[in-house]
């Protein structure tokens, strides 16, 4: 059995290690189903669905334009593999999003990640507790291979739903816990019509194009947000939002390094510091080495990438036989003389009723 586990977080209603929130978790058998980054995807349509989550994902009944997702470093959830790419911007244009931040922990810093603090609750629940997985007769043979599908299923079955009733049980962090036992990979709580838009969408490859236009591929994170060209999406629904972070292409700034060696919040150097003296993206990270920077970087345009071979797709896309100098290297670190004075900065308030944060295991 693989549980996916999904715990929302209203930024109005947190103390600062955003541990309290909403669980959220479906039970898939690995037999017939299994995970992946489109299952993810299904449980977060899923969970917009339902009502007791309503506070977290809308406002007036409408989704939140702007989602935060703090995901592990797994092969399903990691923002920097190109299958997972795709399935966020599938997400990000099936729910008109106007910003879409996907972050995941760097590795050695798990102990942060507020999800595996709530599945501490969830593993203390399984101490002495033994599901057996033959009620309704041995599905296996003697060779212990599958000798019987349908009996193989009623029997996952029975296992599933008696873990999501002794999980569902109990309230965590004083909130009741939404369990759900998934046998298909087909959401019960989309409409045919929202079906069938989400069907069109997985049919139709995401185009590279549109992602060098929309997004910002980093390491450790995937940004995406929405252009200006009006003829591709809906108006944007939070413009103030949108005119804050056109200061920097419409993109969050890169995660940087104060010079007391602590990380700065990306909102607060939008605001305060020099643009001019940002740090390029992912300089920061002490795992990349400068030189390995540099090769990472476009040649022409000089926009990072956290792979090679998307270095390469970048420039047969954009690219064709265009050569210019590389720029100088910006420090990695914001100094105090990259901070702009009181009188010339903006604040900007990304409120609640703006705002989804969503940790996803």
């Not at 299994?34 to 339902?50: F, R, V, Y």
């Not at 965590?172 to 838009?197: M, R």
């Not at 972070?245 to 940087?256: I, K, M, T």
């Amino acid at each position: 059995m693989i549980p996916s586990i999904y715990l929302t977080i209203d930024p109005s209603n947190s103390n600062d290690t955003l541990r309290h929130g909403q669980l959220g978790i479906f039970v898939r058998p690995q037999y017939n189903v299994g995970t992946n980054a489109n299952t993810h995807m299904a449980d977060l349509i899923s969970l917009t669905h339902q009502e007791s989550f309503a506070s977290i994902f809308k406002n007036n009944d409408q989704i939140k334009p702007i989602w935060i997702l703090l995901v592990d470093g797994g092969p399903d959830e990691n923002p920097r593999h190109l299958k997972n790419i795709y399935e966020y911007c599938k997400l990000f244009q099936l729910l008109d999003l106007d910003y879409l931040t996907v972050r995941t922990h760097a590795p050695g810093q798990s102990a942060y990640n507020p999800v595996e603090r709530s599945m501490c609750t969830l593993s203390e629940k399984l101490a002495g507790i033994t599901l057996p997985i033959d009620t309704f007769g041995s599905h296996l043979n003697s060779q212990g291979k599958v000798r019987d599908s349908e009996l193989t299923k009623k029997n996952f079955r029975h296992v599933g739903e008696a873990l999501c009733a002794l999980w569902n049980r109990d309230q965590i962090f004083g909130k009741p816990v939404l369990t759900q036992y998934v046998e298909d990979n087909i959401s019960p709580f989309l409409n045919t019509h929202q079906q069938a838009n989400e069907k069109e969408i997985e049919e139709s490859e995401v185009p590279w194009k549109w992602i060098e236009n929309h997004t910002q591929i980093c390491r450790y994170s995937l940004d995406i947000k929405k252009c200006n060209n009006v003829s591709c999406y809906n108006p944007k629904k939070h413009e103030e939002s949108a005119a804050f972070l056109a200061e920097n292409n419409g993109f969050l700034p890169p995660v940087s390094k104060g010079r007391d060696g602590h990380f700065l919040n990306p909102v607060h150097i939008l605001q305060y510091a020099d643009k001019l003296k940002l740090p390029l993206y992912d300089a920061h990270c002490p795992s990349i080495l400068s030189e390995q920077h540099t090769r990472l970087c476009c040649t022409v345009c000089d926009k990072y990438f956290p792979t090679l071979a998307m270095v390469t797709k970048h420039k047969k896309s954009e690219h064709i036989s265009k050569r210019k100098p590389r720029k100088t290297k910006i420090s990695n670190s914001i100094d105090d003389f990259g901070v702009l004075s009181a009188g010339s900065s903006r604040r900007i308030v990304l409120d609640s009723s703006r705002e989804c944060i969503l940790d996803c295991e």
